[in-house]
């Protein structure tokens, strides 16, 4: 039953990452992502939260703990017209058996039709590729995206999908800045 449930998260975060990807590293801060990644951050009605409230989903709780802007992050600087946004998310696993979590479980939007999946990490602040979550665990981790120089609106966006493909909810969180 696990492996079910993380292969079908693997297959469409590989899908959204390819389509992000293909946007390019440069335009991809000025121009909105392709349409199909932006149908699918809008497929489903959208519960939204105060910033800062816990989101409660089908399979964990999470919240913001904190969110910035930066010019550079660990001697990392973005590519020019870009800012790093600095977000640190926890995560409480609200269901009887172990969860698997990704790294791009949580994406960016900025814009309509605009958003980014999280950096790799290069630190151990930074959210791992994957992460286990036992009952009533709780992890935090910080996710760091790159968005374009003077956005100051974000949404952190969820899509709930079962063992069985289907999907359920999506969530936009709303990011206040620090």
Not at 6 to 27: K, R
Request: proline share 6%; charged share 25%.
């Amino acid at each position: 039953m696990k492996k079910i449930k993380i292969a079908a998260l693997v297959c469409c975060l590989m899908m959204l990452t390819g389509l992000f990807a293909a946007c390019g590293n440069d335009s991809s801060l000025s121009e909105p992502v392709s349409s199909d990644v932006s149908s699918s951050l809008a497929a489903t009605p959208a519960p939204t939260e105060e910033p800062k409230e816990e989101t409660k989903t089908a399979f964990f709780d999470a919240h913001i703990v904190s969110a910035e802007l930066l010019d550079e992050y660990d001697g990392k600087t973005p590519t020019e017209g870009g800012v790093f946004l600095k977000v640190v998310i926890s995560v409480t696993n609200t269901m009887e058996e172990n969860i698997w979590m990704l790294d791009e479980d949580f994406q960016i939007k900025w814009s309509e039709g605009a958003g980014a999946v999280p950096m790799e990490a290069f630190n151990d602040e930074m959210v791992p590729l994957e992460y286990e979550l036992e009952p009533k665990e709780e992890a935090a981790y910080t996710y760091l995206y790159e968005v374009p120089a003077g956005s100051e609106e974000f949404s952190i966006v969820f899509i709930e999908k079962f063992e069985d493909e289907t999907l359920g909810d999506t969530y936009y969180i709303p990011v206040e800045l620090d």
